[in-house]
């Protein structure tokens, strides 16, 4: 059977490795506003041309003295001077100036523009006035900091932006990504983002003057550096977890199949998920797996006690006694699991449901390999080596130093099946020869040349162990009625915290603080958090929306939206240095401008034929044909002012409009003063979702379409998808969970006390996040399915024994005492393992990991408690006559006595050999 699963995860091994380059799946919940943004993401962000901000931060005082305007100059020729430069950099212009853009701009090249000898060959006073010049375009004052201010006719700023204008069509790579994956391309591809890094260093060169630092341009690298920076302590865990199982089984043949069972189920966990077509991601490529190490190092540890505790009476079958007797409890805590984490199907997410469907898979594959398979292979190579009995102090040493070599091995090559299967297979196949096979095979040389092996094994620790676990349960149980008052008060605190848990979204959860990345996030937010309009909003148009009364809705629609937050409690909109709401192009701005313009009308008089009039001076173009002539030339031309300008880049035109015969698609976008907080985002949502009803209702023959979203309308609605999530998946899965184990109790009050333990656990823990200010995001969404499955675990595996000793004994005091000394030590041993890896996670330095790990090996503690301290109590309380004895004491069921035979016989006398 053993060579079976290894086959098996080899054949699984080439799925596994094509799945690690899937995506991340999608988090979004179905509605309108979802429907909404992948139309606009669709329609609108079709652009290679990607503008990348830069913060430059003066070290002291005005970033808008000349040290820094030619420090900033002198960097910004030498970075366009790279020899690959002009092939990845677009050109455009920026309003207000009439030069050419060669890839980058900030207001060091127009000030050195306005000045006869240029910054080289001005001093300060001239500087300064030509900065005063320049800032008289109110457009230019946004590339400000929102601390910028005029001190005695002079403009001062810490810190002004400068744009890099990246071309992502540039990167083949990128560009053969992106359509593999449908991602939009206002994204930079990771070929991409090495290269603007590279351009970022150029760019700070000594950095005597100033800091600067790209802003938000390198999320996809980071985080895979994030990721990169966690595998040494996910590492460090799986080394741990090995590391334990082997000392406290006190055997070096269950650490070695521990590892190549993990390696193993690892890689048909992979080869699984790609044939179900599961996307890839974080949550089913490293969450999941960790937590499936401990759920198959939990079937492994119970197994293999089982199985010792059965060869006592039946040293020559020991497996099939102890395997059978312990799988009822295993059967209904895999099932009870499963069931916790596939109720999370309910909430239709698509991450969310395959994470369930994906943890389901996984516990079963563990439930098989290291719940059935591991623990035989274990009993046969101990019923034919024997066991190790107490060892000198070099021997020991020399046993510790084996195991930790092992340790460390397989810690690698588990982890390689999760980031590289090919390698990882490869690694099992190594670590299975020279870890396991061959150690064996000398081992069984050794007996074949008379040192052989006694089958027998000193358990007197163990049962001395169990006596005290025993003893603890016990007598918690006796005090049940001080103990049931206390947890029930505990839980209702509880249950106030789950509900106050929030879900929030801070890219602080996802980066370290101290990387590059959220110190440009952190450095623009500083300098331009409420005057660029940290999130957005918008409402998205499509119809005739070139008849005249619909152009002058759209053209109404800011001023609208500001009337409506006046209106309110609540001031939602991002807003400019002179307190103007911040507005993004759309078509009414569009025609505007071209109406306004003599070399807009004639560009589009010499295109078309047709020329553009305002007569009734409002502003905007007179008639339907008028608006298709302007939007036809823009979006190939761009939409030109006078003087030589351009008011809008054609780039900027297909950004805010698109036309599809004669019909036009519009977004109304405007700036919102925050990502995610819901005291803001949701009075923004309900304005803009008010106006596109309004608006639709009023035009409905000429609107196709009329709605709201916006990234951050969706990224907020999206996180409330979770907290939404875990609240309806929790009571389904305890319904579920109880309808189960009642089927197999054949009792829905024993089903109700075996399951309420878990749902106390995952109250506390989110109580306990509510305390400490942690929120739900993607990860510790998790927890609470995670909670419920290990909490099902414990309480499952304790209260099959209790019934079990209940049948023999006939005292429930005396029952309660037996399960928590057999089970007891098993589940120590499972969470003491679990406890310590999870907590090396808590060292990570990525903050999710680091979360996900404390949190977890909290949950494990929790679980632990409530199954040995609070569960006998309930058991008591619930049990006919109390702690009383029930019945008449029946005699165990004795197992049938060990046949002997010439193996057993030729070994009676023999000394035990081992690896």
């Not at 024994?801 to 499972?830: C, M």
């Not at 004795?894 to 002997?900: D, F, I, Q, R």
Request: aromatic share 6%.
């Amino acid at each position: 059977m053993s060579a079976v699963v290894v086959a098996l995860a080899l054949v699984a091994t080439p799925f596994a490795a094509n799945r690690t380059t899937a995506d991340e799946p999608n988090y979004d919940p179905n509605g309108d506003i979802y429907e909404v943004m992948d139309i606009v993401d669709d329609r609108f962000n079709t652009s290679d041309v990607v503008a990348v901000p830069f913060v430059v931060e003066a070290r002291e005082g005005n970033a808008l003295e000349r040290d820094v305007l030619v420090e900033w100059l002198d960097n910004t020729e030498e970075m366009l001077a790279l020899p690959d430069a002009a092939d990845h950099l677009a050109v455009g212009r920026v309003t207000g100036v009439g030069d050419v853009v060669d890839g980058v701009w900030s207001i060091a090249q127009a000030v050195d523009g306005r000045l006869p000898a240029g910054l080289d060959g001005a001093d300060d006073a001239e500087v300064a006035e030509a900065v005063s010049n320049v800032l008289a375009d109110d457009g230019l004052q946004r590339t400000l900091s929102q601390h910028a201010a005029v001190v005695d006719g002079v403009w001062t700023a810490p810190a002004f932006m400068s744009t890099l204008i990246v071309d992502n069509g540039s990167f083949p790579d990128d560009v053969a990504d992106r359509l593999d994956s449908g991602e939009s391309a206002a994204y930079l591809g990771v070929d991409a983002q090495e290269w603007v890094r590279n351009v970022q260093d150029v760019l700070q060169g000594e950095e005597r003057s100033y800091r600067a630092i790209g802003a938000g341009f390198d999320g996809g690298l980071a985080f895979v550096e994030q990721l990169a920076s966690a595998a040494p302590f996910i590492l460090m865990a799986i080394v741990l977890i090995v590391l334990l199982v082997g000392a406290l089984l006190r055997s070096y043949w269950a650490g070695a199949l521990v590892v190549v069972s993990l390696a193993c189920t690892m890689l048909l966990y992979g080869g699984v998920l790609d044939r179900l077509g599961f996307d890839g991601g974080m949550l089913l490529g490293f969450i999941v797996p960790v937590a499936g190490i401990a759920f198959g190092v939990d079937f492994f540890i119970h197994a293999v006690e089982r199985i010792r505790e059965s060869s006592e009476q039946a040293a020559h079958d020991c497996a099939a006694f102890g395997l059978v007797a312990v799988a009822p409890a295993m059967a209904v805590a895999l099932a009870s699991s499963v069931v916790a984490f596939l109720a999370n199907a309910v909430s239709g997410v698509q991450g969310i449901v395959e994470f369930g469907f994906g943890a389901a898979v996984l516990l079963v594959l563990s439930f098989g390999v290291l719940g059935f398979v591991a623990p035989s292979a274990l009993a046969r190579i101990e019923t034919s080596l024997g066991r190790p009995p107490r060892r000198s102090g070099t021997r020991r040493l020399g046993s510790l130093v084996g195991l930790i070599t092992l340790s460390v091995a397989g810690g690698i090559v588990v982890t390689m099946t999760l980031v590289a299967p090919v390698v990882g297979a490869a690694g099992t196949i190594v670590v299975a020869a020279l870890f396991l096979a061959l150690p064996y095979r000398r081992a069984r040389r050794r007996i074949a040349n008379g040192d052989a092996a006694n089958v027998g094994e000193n358990r007197e620790h163990s049962r001395r162990g169990a006596a005290v676990v025993g003893g603890l349960v016990a007598m918690t149980a006796r005090a049940r009625f001080v103990v049931l008052p206390v947890v029930a008060g505990l839980a209702v605190v509880g249950f106030i915290g789950f509900n106050r848990v929030d879900s929030d979204f801070e890219l602080s959860d996802f980066y370290s603080s101290d990387s590059e990345f959220i110190e440009g996030l952190d450095l623009l937010d500083a300098h331009f958090g409420t005057t660029t309009g940290a999130g957005e909003g918008l409402i998205y148009l499509e119809g005739d929306l070139a008849e005249p009364a619909v152009l002058h809705a759209i053209d109404e629609l800011p001023a609208a939206i500001a009337a409506e937050e006046a209106r309110g409690d609540v001031a939602f909109l991002g807003r400019d240095l002179d307190g103007e709401p911040i507005v993004a192009p759309n078509l009414a701005t569009v025609v505007r401008a071209a109406t306004g313009s003599a070399g807009a009308r004639g560009a589009v008089l010499s295109a078309s034929g047709i020329e553009v009039t305002d007569e009734d001076g409002d502003g905007l173009a007179d008639s339907s044909d008028q608006v298709h002539a302007i939007v036809t030339v823009a979006l190939a031309d761009g939409v030109d002012g006078d003087n030589g300008t351009q008011r809008y880049t054609a780039d900027s035109v297909r950004s805010a409009v698109a036309l599809d015969g004669d019909r036009l698609a519009t977004t109304v976008r405007v700036g919102v003063n925050t990502l995610t907080d819901d005291r803001i985002v949701d009075p923004a949502r309900a304005v803009l979702e008010e106006l596109a009803a309004e608006i639709a209702a009023e035009y409905p023959d000429h609107l196709d379409r009329a709605g709201a979203s916006g990234a951050t309308i969706v990224s907020r609605d999206s996180l409330n998808s979770f907290t939404d999530a875990m609240r309806i998946a929790l009571p389904v899965a305890f319904v579920a969970c109880v309808l189960l184990v009642a089927v197999v109790l054949r009792s829905v009050r024993d089903a109700i006390v075996a399951v309420s333990p878990s749902l106390v656990v995952v109250l506390w823990v989110y109580a306990l996040m509510s305390l400490v200010g942690l929120s739900v995001n993607v990860v510790t969404a998790t927890i609470a399915a995670i909670a419920v499955g290990v909490g099902l675990d414990y309480s499952t595996h304790y209260t099959m024994r209790y019934r079990e000793e209940l049948r023999v004994t006939g005292s429930p005091i005396d029952a309660v005492r037996r399960a928590g000394g057999d089970t007891g030590g098993p589940l120590a041993v499972s969470a003491m393992s679990s406890i310590v890896g999870f907590g090396v996670m808590a060292l990570a330095p990525m903050p999710i990991f680091a979360t996900f790990g404390l949190l977890t090996a909290v949950m494990v503690v929790l679980s632990l408690a409530v199954s040995l301290l609070v569960l006998p109590s309930l058991l008591l309380v619930t049990s006919a006559g109390g702690g009383r004895r029930t019945g008449q004491r029946r005699s165990p069921q004795t197992l049938p006595p060990p046949v002997p035979n010439a193996a057993h016989t030729a070994l009676a006398d023999k000394e035990p050999v081992h690896a």
